[in-house]
């Protein structure tokens, strides 16, 4: 699987034993900065962009998300 994980820092305990464990598993890992995702909502179908690049073809994303910037990571999940 091609997993996605939302979180402000990849040094976090709990984002570096979800990275292990599915690394371990043989899963496809990426942790993403909510912050550093944009979303384009004028087209027909939304898009969320991360860093200048589209974000398409996971299969899972798991957020983490802190309650300082839960509005806009729950902007990002939807």
Same mark, same amino acid.
């Given at each position: 699987?091609? !997993?996605?994980? &939302?979180?402000?820092?990849?040094?976090?305990?709990?984002?570096?034993? &979800?990275?292990?464990?599915?690394?371990?598993?043989?899963?496809?890992?990426?942790?993403?900065?909510?912050?550093?995702?944009?979303? *384009?909502?004028?087209?027909?179908?939304?898009?969320?962009?991360?860093?200048? *690049?589209?974000?398409?073809?996971?299969? +899972? !994303? !798991?957020?983490?998300?802190?309650?300082? !910037?839960?509005?806009?990571?729950? +902007?990002?999940?939807?």
């Amino acid at each position: 699987m091609k !997993i996605a994980i &939302l979180s402000r820092n990849r040094r976090l305990y709990s984002t570096r034993r &979800l990275v292990e464990a599915c690394t371990e598993r043989g899963h496809e890992v990426r942790v993403l900065d909510t912050l550093k995702c944009y979303m *384009e909502l004028s087209s027909h179908e939304p898009v969320v962009w991360y860093k200048g *690049e589209k974000l398409e073809d996971f299969d +899972a !994303i !798991i957020p983490r998300i802190g309650a300082s !910037i839960t509005p806009y990571g729950l +902007a990002v999940i939807r």
